[in-house]
């Protein structure tokens, strides 16, 4: 049974950092590309984040330079260090997993159950 179960979400001010974490467990975790997605009430939800199994990485022009994606196949973790938080980055965070072979942008095959990011200004 696959798992991913991420953690380090909560109330934040706006400027502070939050790491989020995903534990994956279940599956060849190196072999999958992963990414982290955000939802707001009222929108939709969109990729944040994605990080290739070879390493690659795409970021939401929103976030470029202040959120940091990265993955410890050894460990089946991922993270996703979040930095100078705005208030609109309030939202609950979301890690997946994916088999697409062509980049972060393809359907993710296993979800996490998501975490509260909140950021008051």
């Known amino acids: 049974q696959v798992q991913l179960v991420e953690s380090g979400g909560g109330l934040v001010e706006a400027g502070d950092s939050l790491n989020l974490s995903c534990a994956a467990s279940g599956l060849t975790f190196s072999r999958y590309t992963m990414g982290w997605f955000r939802q707001s009430p009222g929108k939709q939800r969109e990729l944040v984040a994605g990080?290739?199994?070879?390493?690659?990485?795409y970021y939401l022009d929103s976030v470029k330079g202040r959120f940091t994606i990265s993955r410890d196949d050894a460990k089946n973790t991922g993270n996703l260090q979040m930095d100078s938080l705005k208030p609109e980055d309030t939202a609950v965070y979301y890690c997946?997993?994916?088999?697409?072979?062509?980049?972060?942008?393809?359907?993710?095959?296993?979800w996490g159950q998501g975490t509260q990011v909140t950021v008051s200004s």
């Open positions: 997946a997993a994916s088999d697409y072979r062509w980049g972060p942008h393809g359907p993710y095959n296993y």
């Open positions: 990080i290739t199994y070879g390493g690659g990485t």
